[in-house]
Each structure stands twice: as structure tokens, then as C-alpha cells.
T-cell receptor, first 113, second 113 residues
Framework: NAGVMQNPRHLVRRRGQEARLRCSPMKGHSHVYWYRQLPEEGLKFMVYLQKENIIDESGMPKERFSAEFPKEGPSILRIQQVVRGDSAAYFC???????????FGEGSWLTVV | DAKTTQPNSMESNEEEPVHLPCNHSTISGTDYIHWYRQLPSQGPEYVIHGLTSNVNNRMASLAIAEDRKSSTLILHRATLRDAAVYYCILRDGGTSGTYKYIFGTGTRLKVLA
């Protein structure tokens, strides 16, 4: 897990607010993955990004969720108008390239009240 | 997406070897077998991966069946710190080409003192 930094570690939002989760990949990594884990469930793939490109967003809900990985700065997972069902742990992972081993961060725990 | 099947839970005594099985009968020729583990309230941790040959590292060994339809993660001496959920994953690099990792429900390993 060393190297992939996620913040905030814990975030509380009221229903209808926006949540922004940030992920800084390991040094030298240009590929980022986002996963969501609901309580007592496994990890669900959301989106796979390369710098300035979305490679695969097949796991992203069609509405309210978006992700970006700009040329400079961290990857951002943005959830608009949060609902209670968005309460989950969101994990980011990074790799050096297609098909290479991915390494996870410690996660961001979102609680919607 | 190629699927894996793992037992929901297993128990082991401390300092004894543990064999965690995984079935992946639909594996394709280019799919790598990855193992991750997740301790409570932490991100998944990379354990080991392989393609056809058995693999060893400082954490564990991976034994892959000759037909590649199953594999076994071997912890040589379980410690209390090895109590975690262990995920066997086939890296999706075939038809979609996006190399996303699809997590199943994993095996919850309990280590008894």
C-alpha cells in the first residue's frame, strides 16, 4: 500500500452535497483505478484512467459520478448530490501501465447523513 | 469477465500452513492470476501473481494447476496478522483489453492462536 495516497480518509456529507475524493498515485505510476466497497461487500470496479484519459468507465454510475486524472495533480472522484446509498469505502489503485500490478491506497470512507 | 470461485471462509491455527484454493475454470490463455488480501479497514494489499508456473515470494507461494483452471495460495506459517479476506483475481486483459481487476467475495481467513 505504500505510496498511493488518498484523502480525505474520512468524509461526512449531508444528502445533496458534493463529495470529492483525491488520489495521488505512486511515483512513476500513470494509471489509476477507482473501486467502491459497500459495507460487508467486495470491491466493485468503477473507472480506470490514464493521464488525461478515461480508459474504462464501465463501472461508474451514469449519473452524479465523474472522475478525472489531469496532467498535473491527483485523480479526483467526484460525487454530486450524494445520497445515503453512496456511503462506502472508495479505494484508489495505481500502476505503471496496462496490465501491470496495481497497488492500492488506504481508502476514503464516505458517510452520507 | 473471467470469474473465480473461493470458499467463503477458512480457519487455521497459528504457525501452521494454510492453503487457500481458487477455481477459475473459464480462465483464458492470457489471464494472470493475482492474489490480494484486505485487512479490516485497510486497502487491498498485493500478495502474489502468476501465469503458468508456481511462484514464490516473501509473503506466500502460488501453486497453479497444470490446466490453469485452479490455483492455491500457500501461507507457509500463518500468523495472527495474516487474518484477512483473501481475493483471487483474474486480471481482465483479454476481450476488453482494459486490464481491470474484478474482485469476487474472497475467502475470510481466521487464524486461531
Amino acid at each position: 500500500n505504500a505510496g498511493v495516497m488518498q484523502n480525505p480518509r474520512h468524509l461526512v456529507r449531508r444528502r445533496g452535497q458534493e463529495a470529492r475524493l483525491r488520489c495521488s498515485p505512486m511515483k512513476g505510476h500513470s494509471h489509476v483505478y477507482w473501486y467502491r466497497q459497500l459495507p460487508e461487500e467486495g470491491l466493485k470496479f468503477m473507472v480506470y484512467l490514464q493521464k488525461e484519459n478515461i480508459i474504462d468507465e464501465s463501472g461508474m454510475p451514469k449519473e452524479r459520478f465523474s472522475a478525472e486524472f489531469p496532467k498535473e495533480g491527483p485523480s479526483i472522484l467526484r460525487i454530486q448530490q450524494v445520497v445515503r446509498g453512496d456511503s462506502a469505502a472508495y479505494f484508489c489503485a495505481s500502476s505503471t501501465g496496462h496490465g501491470n500490478t496495481i497497488y492500492f491506497g488506504e481508502g476514503s470512507w464516505l458517510t452520507v447523513v | 469477465d473471467a470469474k473465480t470461485t473461493q470458499p467463503n471462509s477458512m480457519e487455521s491455527n497459528e504457525e501452521e500452513p494454510v492453503h487457500l484454493p481458487c477455481n477459475h475454470s473459464t480462465i483464458s490463455g492470457t489471464d494472470y492470476i493475482h492474489w490480494y488480501r484486505q485487512l479490516p479497514s485497510q486497502g487491498p494489499e498485493y500478495v502474489i501473481h502468476g501465469l503458468t508456473s508456481n511462484v514464490n515470494n516473501r509473503m506466500a507461494s502460488l501453486a497453479i494447476a497444470e490446466d490453469r483452471k485452479s490455483s492455491t495460495l500457500i501461507l507457509h506459517r500463518a500468523t495472527l496478522r495474516d487474518a484477512a479476506v483473501y481475493y483471487c483475481i483474474l486480471r481482465d486483459g483479454g476481450t476488453s483489453g482494459t486490464y481491470k481487476y474484478i474482485f469476487g467475495t474472497g475467502t475470510r481467513l481466521k487464524v486461531l492462536a
